[in-house]
């Protein structure tokens, strides 16, 4: 039973990793309203977060990559 959880978890782990480098090479970016609305935070907290550097900044034209916030929302459960 043990072993069993432990391959699973191992199997959700792989899988984590190619859903993140699949978004990274397409990459989608998100709206602040996006990011939002996923994080449950407001735009002033996101950007508050980002100055503090516990936030993903944003790219050039003010988007986000999914990646990064995939990534945060990640390491955020750990």
Same mark, same amino acid.
Do not use: A, H, N
């Given at each position: 039973m043990q072993t069993d959880l432990q391959a699973? #978890? *191992? *199997? @959700?782990?792989a899988l984590? /990793? @190619? @859903?993140h480098l699949l978004v990274r @090479?397409?990459?989608? #970016?998100l709206t602040t309203t996006q990011v939002? *609305?996923?994080i449950g935070r407001t735009r002033?907290?996101?950007m508050k977060m980002v100055r503090h550097? /516990?936030?993903p900044e944003p790219c050039a034209?003010?988007?986000?990559l999914l990646s990064d916030i995939l990534e945060y929302e990640s390491a955020k459960k750990h």
């Open positions: 699973l #978890r *191992e *199997e @959700v782990s984590k /990793d @190619v @859903v @090479v397409k990459g989608e #970016r939002e *609305e996923r002033q907290t996101i550097g /516990d936030f034209d003010g988007r986000w």
